[in-house]
């Protein structure tokens, strides 16, 4: 009710997300390698932990707010479906990027390993991709409750490192068990018995309803084959990398994951949207073939940083050009603009 009515709603989504994306670079700066908040006190300030708190919690009001801003403005328009979903696709992996600064990379006695933070965030991109999996052959984007979950775990983390530290993460809870390894155990819980399985049950009583969007299983099933081959490929760089890629780089290489599933994923979205069959295999899918072969081959050696730092900024490059080129594209085509609530002047 508080927002101006000539605020355009995807102003809102685009504010939230740049809002956690420059808490993401604010984190790396002091905490490149996941390893300040492993010593007591942390090498993070403070107010870097309050400041991410208050980021998190803007971003998630704001994505809250800006479907029922676009009504309450008569705004709602397929570009505003498709540009929230798709910085969601991204924004989700820098939620969980951020959080690992918090609990900090295994040092021999608190934190967790750079594989659990790889498992973790593979979940977390799974749990987001069956949602819109679901939507792809129901019609129904059914959010599960989760989300509202961990959003609130994340503001109440950060408040907690920021009053009281990150000691609270470097002692144990309960039997012995630290808070980092009662939320991984929590995650992997819901998201196996309750996310995924309701996934499958809505897609199974739309079948029974005869409501599905896709009759065959083919249909149905392709959307899942590009981000499962993504994740093997990644998994085989991972498991045998010669320089052990991932505990060299482990934020370089988790933002790659993060910038390739979103890419993936977002092609998903629109064809969910535009009722259209998604390509069997993603465009990226064959350069990362390539780098992955290189790297486990040791044809790179020595070069597997450099190449996976070059790798990445090219990745990044080429999803941000996607999305600038299908805004405008949708722009120009509902005439419409991105940040404006003003019609185009038509020529």
Partial sequence: QIVPLWIAPNLLTFSGFVMILFNYFLISFYDW???ASGTSPGLVPTWVWLFSAFTTFCAYALDSIDGKHARRTQSSTPLGELFDHGLDSWATSIFVLSFFSVCSRDNGKTGVSVYTMYIYLSIVLFNFMC??????????????????ISQVVL???????????????????????????????????????LSFPQTLYNIHRAHLKKT?????????????????????????????????????????FLWMVGVAFSNVICKVIICQMSSTRPELFHWFLFPL????????????????EAVLGV????????????GVCVGRQLSEHLNIYIFSLKKRVQE
């Fill in 289 to 304: 073939a390539l780098v992955v072969y290189a790297a486990i081959s040791g044809l790179l050696g020595c070069m597997e």
């Fill in 155 to 193: 503001i109440a983390a950060y408040l907690l490192t920021g009053t009281v530290g990150v000691e609270v993460w470097q002692k144990p809870l309960l039997f012995g068990y630290y808070i980092t390894d009662v939320l991984v155990i929590l995650l992997i819980g819901f998201s196996l018995f």
């Fill in 311 to 322: 790798f990445t900024a090219l990745l990044t490059a080429a999803h941000v050009h996607y």
């Fill in 33 to 35: 390698d996941y390893t």
């Fill in 131 to 148: 949602s819109h999996w679901e939507k792809y052959n129901t019609g129904v984007l059914f959010l599960p409750w989760g989300y509202d």
């Fill in 212 to 252: 599905l969007k896709n009759d065959s299983l083919y249909e149905g099933l392709l959307p899942l084959v590009s981000p499962l081959l993504l994740f093997v490929l990644l998994t085989v760089w991972v498991v045998l990398s010669p320089s052990n890629i991932l505990a060299k780089q482990p934020r370089l």
